[in-house]
């Protein structure tokens, strides 16, 4: 009687469970397996997960077996009368080396995938520091004087409310990383503020990015296309927001694209020679703002009372223009206010400054410009 | 046990969480665990034990934590050595402020195995530096990697944060 | 101290007097049932707190964008839900259940400290008040994670943060004294003829867990004060601007932090070491090879604290070393439940509620131990840390393994604390509406995990959306069925069927074969014969 309850129970959540695997398994969006990745370590990696599970897999079906056996047979409705055996050295003695030797047969591939995920031997091809930044972050390609930022992509900001139909939600940036494939790319990982770690499922690597700390690691890409990633580290209020897109391209378009960026970098030093007039860097400056300086200081500059100071009626904001110039180019040490002169050209450093002087309920009603940020550089 | 002598076991685990920190040291110097770096006296480097037949390419990074207006950099980006023997590296730093700033920089070597090979005669580490307004200073620093340093590393990176350590 | 916590046997001809009345009984108790029943109370309360948090983290998640709150403050649910259940609701279910059982389990008539127990009880509603308290300061409760690495916790953090830091120290002072009490009532004040040996297993585990807590608890309380003079007498543990390490912190969270996780887990084995043999009619497999598991075990656990750690950039032979020693623990982990598995075999088994939430706990268990040996796999470690997959993990550990080992204990042993037998039916209505929604709870969160969903975030992409909804959808149901298990506790308190003084047909121990049900507010205030 409680055989065919539980049975029928048993039944139920099989069957509802099975449902849940085929229905995700009819739409490709639903993951339900660890990427194989495009790297040759992504691929060692999952194989040797799989292995791993499947081991799991044949010992629960031997220890669960067992058990489910005895549950239905050895029970006292059917009139099982208990034995009375309570120790046997031999078995014990069988059942620590069995496991023993199944874990040395993980531990040999796992440690050659290990050897090969640590290596240091061959020289990379190209050197990209991660700096990681609260809630952002830096690349610099050591190599090639090229350096941007790369924040969570506006289009995601916009619908947080209601993300529906949002491809990417989340996951694009406003400029992602470009390398190319093919090639020996060597990460250097480092934070400019609390620990981050950099993860792109496809290409095998999480990192952890510490402060006044160097970290390594390496990737060869192996197919072109689009890999996203996000940040693995608590980093503070916005750690969710701080995804990671990889472009992996030829290497024709990658120098390509160097090009670019360098002649991109080139205007923008243009730009800064000029004098702007008030309503120019106001209106830059409120760009400036919200991508960069709302999320901590709030749209309207009114801040997290006792996590973040706000900008309206700020003490350093009403003040000289120097020190308001010094906290937002070079930070705060010993607090969450990052430096920005890494992050923002001086057009756009003098662009909000003179918005947080002038908007957010402030009226100082002077005027900075690029000229007086590329003094404070 | 009496109840006593039990308490002296919780007394003696707090002072050993704070023994953790010298003994992590240790361990860090031995194992290379957190790129932390060695370094030896200029007369103790013998001139004679050069490895020629190895070449290891070192890459310097210079970075500059919050709050300090300093622009720092590396002369150059990187290096060709030899095991075994004495380079200089030269950073450069400037400050763009008009104030006086103080500093500190921290150094980390990547991979960490390399770190315990990687021993500097002369360094700027973990001393404060005090920078005149707009002033510019070149940082040198003369290191030796090691002969004993193993097969597989063929790439080093060496690395300096400075940290403000202006109050307020 | 032997002589003072006897002095009720040397008037024993009033033995039996009862409480005190009123509100000053439970403010001024040094009786051991009294103490016992005060921590599983404050668990209960403290689950139900850290069990609302886990409704709005699964509220916000239920759907993918902003709808009910912002990301700081989920970061402080994430951390408070962490902190609370760790330290305010297993912890203390746990001494709360050692409390009520060791002294009756080893025939002693209280505890060897009883003024000191008192004590360690009444630290905790402090600690805890501060702790939540927080939540309504200006600048929030700690939203940096439980595990609260620095620089994060420190350069970073708000200045309430002293008072999360105060809150730990308290509850560390609470656990050791508890623990201290623990052991010197097992070594000192055994019934004459109960051997080590002959103990029940809850003692031994609850032995070696005392041990572990007087070894870690000191070293967490050593780590938060690190933290409490970086951020304000100018030290630089963690503070790589002054010469510190922050991934030193790491070490010493982790040096604590691992074995913690045996102290959680450790008196579950305890518990369905009891209760598996009750309900097969067939005494415990391999009770001795049980012991050394568990030592084992618990001295493995000082040794693999960086596995947590994998991708903080440790030398290649720090991650050997750790993956090695880790995947080392599954072996004993593996001979429990082969002899608890072994110990069913060719029983006579009944399936009352404590034997089903002891079934459950092993099978769910088993697989959180499965997921912890994958996790262990350093380099496979790359793609599952800090994901979902983590997160499934040590919930399969922790609430099907830990938290269901308490409710077992509780349907167990209740009927002994109260004389009443709980209600049959509603048990099991528990145990299976518990069971599917906790599984479908958490279940599907190896698969957004393996699908490369971080933890600790408050919003996700849409392709995590389905099995978030369903996972939200459990949560909600199992939340529910723990506010089910408060009315079946209440109604069992109040009343029920009369309890035998062995209470099942196949339990054993001094308990269930000296004493009645309840036990007499003073027990075995003379030593009972020892078979």
Redesign the interface.
């Known amino acids: 009687m409680i055989f065919n309850k539980l049975s029928r129970r048993f039944l139920v959540v099989v069957t509802g469970l099975v449902s849940m695997f085929s229905m995700s398994a009819a739409r490709a969006e639903y993951e339900l397996n660890m990427t194989q990745g495009v790297t040759p370590i992504s691929q060692d990696i999952y194989s040797l997960h799989m292995l791993v599970f499947w081991i799991c897999v044949v010992i629960g079906v031997v220890v669960f077996g067992a058990m489910a056996w005895s549950i239905l047979h050895h029970r006292k409705s059917k009139g099982a009368v208990a034995a009375n055996f309570h120790e046997s050295t031999t078995i014990e003695i069988v059942w620590t080396v069995v496991p023993l030797l199944i874990l040395i047969g993980i531990a040999i591939p796992a440690t050659g995938t290990l050897l090969d995920l640590e290596d240091a031997k061959t020289n990379a091809d190209i050197t990209l520091q991660v700096t990681g930044i609260q809630w952002k972050w830096k690349y610099t390609y050591v190599d090639e004087d090229v350096s941007f930022i790369s924040s969570l992509a506006q289009s995601s900001r916009d619908v947080m409310s209601d993300p529906t139909g949002n491809e990417n939600y989340l996951l694009e940036v406003d400029e992602p990383v470009v390398l190319p494939i093919n090639k020996k790319i060597r990460f250097l990982f480092h934070s400019s503020d609390v620990i981050h770690a950099w993860w792109v499922p496809e290409l095998a690597v999480k990192q952890d990015s510490v402060p006044g700390f160097i970290n390594d690691s390496w990737a060869t890409i192996e197919e072109p296309g689009i890999y996203r990633g996000q940040c693995a580290e608590l980093c503070g209020k916005d750690h969710g927001f701080m995804p990671i897109v990889v472009n992996a391209v030829s290497e024709a378009e990658y120098e390509q694209w160097l090009v670019s960026k360098k002649e991109e970098a080139a205007a923008a030093a243009a730009s800064a020679e000029q004098e702007w007039s008030m309503k120019d860097l106001l209106a830059r400056g409120e760009t400036v703002y919200q991508a960069n300086c709302s999320a901590c200081h709030g749209p309207t500059g009114a801040g997290i009372p006792g996590a973040f100071p706000a900008m309206t009626g700020s003490p350093l904001v009403l003040g000289d223009a120097a020190g308001h110039i010094d906290v937002v180019v070079n930070g705060k040490a010993g607090t969450a206010m990052a430096a920005f002169k890494g992050q923002l050209n001086d057009v756009d450093l003098a662009a909000v400054v003179t918005y947080e002087r002038n908007a957010l309920g402030n009226s100082v009603g002077d005027m900075v410009q690029p000229s007086a940020i590329k003094n404070a550089r | 046990m009496s109840p006593l002598k039990l308490a002296a076991i919780p007394l003696l685990m707090f002072g050993f969480g704070f023994a953790l920190v010298p003994l992590y040291d240790v361990f860090c110097d031995i194992t290379g665990l957190n790129g932390k770096t060695g370094r030896i006296e200029a007369a103790e480097i013998d001139a004679s034990q050069v490895d020629t037949s190895r070449t290891i390419e070192v890459r310097f990074l210079a970075n500059t934590n919050t709050g300090l207006p300093w622009d720092f950099q590396p002369l150059v980006k990187k290096m060709e050595i030899h095991p075994g023997q004495v380079y200089e590296a030269v950073f450069r730093v400037r400050s763009a402020s008009d104030r006086t700033t103080l500093g500190q920089a921290v150094p980390s070597v990547s991979p960490g195995l390399a770190a315990e090979h990687f021993n500097k005669t002369e360094c700027f580490c973990f001393t404060e530096q005090e920078l005149a307004g707009r002033e510019t200073l070149d940082m040198p620093v003369r290191f030796v990697v090691g002969t004993g340093i193993s097969d597989n590393i063929e790439q080093i990176t060496l690395s300096y944060t400075f940290f403000s350590l202006d109050k307020g | 101290?032997y002589t003072e916590t006897t002095h009720d046997a040397a008037h024993g001809e009033h033995h039996d007097h009862g409480p005190a009345k009123g509100l000053m009984r439970w403010v001024t108790t040094t009786n051991h049932k009294d103490i016992g029943t005060l921590y599983l109370w404050l668990a209960f309360i403290m689950l139900l707190y850290g069990g609302s948090m886990a409704m709005i983290i699964r509220l916000e998640l239920f759907q993918?964008?902003?709808?009910w709150v912002e990301?700081?403050f989920f970061?402080q649910m994430t951390t408070m839900h962490g902190l609370v259940m760790v330290f305010g609701a297993i912890m203390p279910a746990f001494v709360g259940l050692a409390n009520w059982l060791v002294p009756i389990m080893i025939g002693a008539p209280d505890m060897?400290?009883p003024r000191m127990n008192n004590w360690s009880f009444w630290i905790l509603p402090f600690a805890f008040t501060m702790l939540a308290s927080t939540t309504f300061?200006?600048?929030?409760a700690p939203?940096?994670?439980w595990t609260f690495?620095a620089?994060?916790s420190t350069?970073?953090a708000?200045?309430?943060t002293d008072f999360f830091i105060f809150a730990v120290h308290l509850m560390g002072i609470s656990s050791?004294m508890g623990a201290?009490?623990i052991?010197?009532t097992i070594?000192?004040m055994r019934a004459p003829g109960m051997t080590l040996m002959k103990m029940p297993l809850f003692v031994w585990t609850w032995l070696i867990t005392a041990y572990l807590l007087?070894?870690?608890?000191?070293?967490?309380?050593?780590?938060v004060?690190?933290m409490l003079t970086d951020r304000h007498f100018g030290t630089s543990?963690f503070d790589?601007?002054?010469?510190g390490?922050?991934?030193?912190f790491q070490?010493?969270f982790w040096?604590f932090g691992h074995p913690e996780v045996y102290i959680m887990i450790l008196p579950a084995f305890g518990v369905i070491s009891a209760i598996i043999p009750t309900f097969?009619?067939?005494?415990?497999?391999?009770?001795?090879?049980m012991v050394y598991a568990t030592a084992s075990i618990a001295i493995l656990s000082f040794m693999v604290w960086a596995h947590h750690m994998f991708?903080?950039?440790?030398?290649?032979?720090?991650?050997?070393y750790f993956?090695?020693a880790t995947?080392?623990i599954?072996?004993p982990t593996?001979?429990k439940?082969?002899n608890w598995?072994?110990?069913?075999?060719?029983?006579?088994?009944?399936?009352e509620t404590p034997m089903l939430w002891a079934?459950g706990f092993?099978?769910m268990f088993?697989?959180g131990g499965?997921s912890g040996?994958?996790l262990g796999?350093?380099?496979?470690d790359?793609?599952y840390?800090?994901?979902y997959f983590v997160v499934a993990h040590f919930h399969y550990v922790l609430v099907t393994g830990a938290l269901y080992s308490i409710i077992a204990a509780f349907y167990y042993w209740v009927p002994k604390w109260t004389g009443h037998m709980y209600d049959e039916k509603l048990g099991k209505i528990h145990f299976?509406w518990s069971t599917?929604a906790v599984?479908v709870l958490f279940?599907?969160q190896h698969?957004v995990g393996?699908?490369?969903m971080?933890r600790?975030?408050?919003?996700?992409?849409?392709?995590f959306a389905?099995?978030n909804a369903?996972s939200s959808i459990g949560g909600f149901a199992f939340g529910l069925a723990q506010v089910f298990f408060l009315y079946i506790v209440i109604k069992t308190i109040r009343g029920g069927e009369k309890a035998t003084a062995q209470v099942w047909e196949g339990a054993t121990g001094l308990e269930f074969e000296q004493l009645p049900s309840p036990p007499p507010y003073h027990s075995f205030t003379e030593a009972p014969p020892v078979r």
């Open positions: 101290m993918p964008g902003l709808q990301p700081h970061n060897a400290l300061m200006e600048g929030g939203a940096f994670g690495y620089p994060l350069t970073f708000p200045d309430t050791v201290i009490n052991i010197a070594l000192n007087i070894a870690v608890m000191p070293v967490l309380a050593g780590a004060t690190m543990f790589a601007a002054g010469g390490d922050p991934v030193m070490h010493v040096f097969a009619r067939k005494p415990l497999f391999g009770y001795s090879s991708t903080v950039g440790m030398p290649v032979a720090g991650e050997l993956m090695y995947i080392l599954s072996v593996g001979v439940v082969f598995v072994t110990t069913m075999w060719k029983g006579s088994m009944t399936f079934l092993i099978v088993t697989i499965f040996l994958m796999v350093a380099p496979v790359t793609q840390h800090d994901t299976w599917i599984n279940f599907p698969f393996l699908a490369g971080p600790r975030i408050p919003d996700y992409s849409l392709q389905e099995f369903i």
